[in-house]
């Protein structure tokens, strides 16, 4: 005589299984972004450095270009002063700003393990920049408008333009401060491994003098540095004149930005391939 046995089986699921939310480049980003943005909240060097410090600096601008105007007349100071502001923000709080982050993260190798997860390098550098390019634009944007209200400054001229030429600031200062981390041992040393590029960007660029009153060959110079033209496409955008020429129109404006765009891409290219081959993930050994 047998006896069946009999075999407890645990409930089948024939339904489709529950899972969590789909892992995206967008919800990564996100997720890496905002955690950045609390590590930014919670440092007050970095939110001074990032916030007040472009501030003041715009305060001593406006004194530079009065003086600028007195020796040589015609000088469109109030839109030299909107531009140079502009460009003051994105310097310090994209540039400036995101290599100590890179640099500090690295060192806690923050950027190590999240390279174990589900995020590509370019999101994770994506990822770590995201506050600070979001509180970058915010400034520009208020900037942008209380200047344009307070100065009775027009509309710009091709916003399409004016948008082209903040990206491609945005994406150089980032591939920037990839390379500059890599030359950047500790977050205390980030003062003095980008002044370079600051000095150049803030002297060189036309923020604080402005490229009609300096010799032709050194402004002939100082328009190939290297964000040079992604801020001479911003004032192109918005006031349809890079200084050289009288304003034009929205057609104009794009034979004028012609050799900006050339040249700002050449340098995104140089500088992207300088963080790819130059940026480090975990310190020194």
Not at 98 to 110: I, K, P, Q
């Amino acid at each position: 005589m047998t006896t069946a046995a009999t075999t407890t089986a645990g409930p089948q699921h024939t339904g489709p299984q529950s899972v969590g939310p789909r892992s995206t480049t967008a919800r990564r980003l996100l997720a890496l972004g905002r955690a950045e943005g609390i590590l930014l909240l919670r440092n007050r060097t970095a939110l001074f450095t990032a916030v007040l410090l472009p501030l003041l600096l715009i305060g001593g601008l406006k004194n530079v270009l009065d003086q600028q105007a007195e020796t040589t007349p015609g000088l469109d100071v109030d839109s030299l002063m909107v531009n140079g502001a502009v460009g003051m923000v994105l310097a310090f709080v994209v540039y400036y700003n995101l290599t100590a982050a890179y640099v500090a993260r690295r060192g806690e190798l923050v950027l190590k393990r999240l390279r174990t997860g589900e995020a590509r390098d370019i999101e994770i550098l994506a990822g770590t920049a995201v506050p600070s390019v979001g509180l970058a634009l915010l400034m520009c944007a208020v900037i942008g408008g209380v200047g344009a209200s307070a100065l009775h400054l027009s509309a710009p001229v091709n916003p399409l333009l004016l948008v082209v030429g903040l990206a491609l600031v945005v994406a150089t200062l980032m591939a920037l401060a990839a390379v500059s981390s890599a030359f950047t041992r500790t977050v205390e040393s980030a003062g003095i491994t980008t002044m370079p590029v600051l000095l150049l960007t803030q002297f060189g660029s036309g923020l604080f003098v402005p490229l009609e009153v300096m010799p032709d060959r050194v402004a002939d110079i100082c328009r190939l540095l290297p964000t040079t033209p992604a801020f001479q496409l911003v004032r192109v955008g918005w006031f349809g004149t890079d200084g050289s020429e009288a304003p034009t129109g929205f057609a104009g404006s794009w034979a004028t930005a012609a050799p900006h765009l050339v040249t700002g891409g050449v340098w995104l290219a140089l500088a992207v391939w300088g963080a790819v081959r130059y940026f480090r993930w975990e310190p020194r050994r």
